[in-house]
């Protein structure tokens, strides 16, 4: 289901909530991307729309 949003648009994923579950990097689907909680905030404060799953 995430493929198609990788595809489209850009996919971060909270590190602190990765690091908290043993999450890795090679975990994760192709195309995401493991970010911090500030570029988290950031990108999310000046985007037009934002999904959280």
Same mark, same amino acid.
């Given at each position: *289901? ?13 590190? =602190?909530? *990765?690091? %908290?579950?043993?999450? =890795? ?6 195309? #995401? $991307?493991?970010?911090? *909680? $500030?570029?988290? #905030?950031?990108? #999310?404060? %000046?985007?037009? $729309?934002?999904?959280?799953?």
């Amino acid at each position: *289901m995430l493929n198609s949003v990788v595809r489209n648009s850009e996919l971060l994923l909270c590190n =602190t909530c *990765m690091d %908290a579950r043993g999450i =890795t990097d090679e975990n994760i689907v192709e195309g #995401a $991307k493991c970010s911090t *909680m $500030k570029e988290l #905030a950031e990108r #999310a404060s %000046a985007a037009d $729309k934002v999904l959280v799953f």
